[in-house]
């Protein structure tokens, strides 16, 4: 596991990020994973270890504090302020960062488990574009009950899975509900699943379909190169 740090501009930013999985310059795709709220990026690999999906780099940056933003993800963002702006910061500079080692934007997914999957959903709702993937795991957009959401853009066909209880004392399964019309409406191809009586947790089945999405994507870059001149060999 590797680790680089970033510049000092916000309550997130000279944290550090860690990197598990492929090496970015021969990773096929790659995940930004976002932890939860008292957890770490160490611990989100952790979750999502069984995710071993040969060819694909991880790399999760770290919040400070352990939390992204101070408030319930329901509360008005303003509210939540500045850290959810430095938390978005942090998750485009991780992006930024695995498609500076050599992976294309088109093969990275955005994910993450609880507040880290809201800041996954928040960030891609407001920069729109054709990603690898979005994993909205027991989480939904930010915002108070009653919020109309107003993102406009294109996620060009990425696919968008979201999963959550129908139970959960964290999320309204009405937010989920909210969060997948606007994921639709941006052109993702949504996919939804509610698990009756489920904890706030990850299940099994939940880690076969982000495995699904990662092997689709690596098996895809074996078909081109992966600066898109089409000779794998080159």
Known sequence: MNTTGTSSDGPHQGQPTRYAGAPLRVADAAVVLLHGRGATAVSIFDLFDA???????YAAPQAQYNRWYPGSFLAPPETNEPELTSALAAVDAAVDDVV???VPVERVVVGGFSQ????????????????GGLVVLS???VGPEGTAFEHSGD???????LGCSDVDPYVPV???HASRDVFRALGGDVTERIYEG???????????VVADLLVTLVEDAGTTDRRGNGDPDR
């Open 51 to 57: 995710l071993s999906v040969h060819g694909v780099a």
């Open 139 to 141: 989480s939904g957009l």
């Open 198 to 208: 489920m904890a706030h947790t990850i299940t099994d089945d939940e880690l076969a």
């Open 100 to 102: 500076a080692g050599g």
């Open 116 to 131: 880290g999957a809201c800041l996954a959903a928040e960030y891609v709702a407001r920069t729109p574009r054709r990603y």
């Open 155 to 161: 996620l060009a066909g990425t696919p968008v899975f």
């Open 174 to 176: 009405e937010r989920v």
